[in-house]
């Protein structure tokens, strides 16, 4: 919850926000042009000396200078602030982003170890074939190696049954 004071401090920054925001309008340029143009016939039509709309005008002038310096330099302090509000967030950000470069070059690391990983489970992969592709071969061999021992033997016992 704000306190009065702060709600003051808001209202005032508003103020002076407007304020400069007025100033630096067309409609300010128009108003002053104005007041400076009708100041200035007063004396000729004779309602007031023209000493005394200079001092009137001198001192209006002089007023709204003050508080216009004030109302820019409180402006000037909020924009300052509002920059170093954004550099610390640009410098976060910065952060941010330096720590998700590495953990992207972690991944990248971490993409590699697998592919080798990969590459070498499919080398095991291709040798555990070519030997089982081998072995297979040599069973195939053995195989026929004993069909036709067996076909000898058999050949064997038909000559020695009928003699």
Known sequence: MMTAREERKI???????????????????????FFFIIAFLLPGMGIVSFERMLLVLTTVVSLEAIYLAIFIQMSVNKNSEDIEIIQENVEEIQEDVEEIQEDIEEIEE??????????????????????????EKQETQTLANIQNILLKLQEEIEILKRK
């Open 11 to 33: 209202k005032l920054e508003r103020v002076a926000d407007l304020a400069t925001r007025w100033i630096g309008s067309i409609s300010s340029l128009i108003f002053h042009s």
């Open 110 to 135: 971490n993409i590699d170890e697998i592919q080798k990983d990969v590459d070498e489970i499919q080398e095991d992969i291709e040798s555990d074939t070519e030997e089982e592709e081998l072995i």
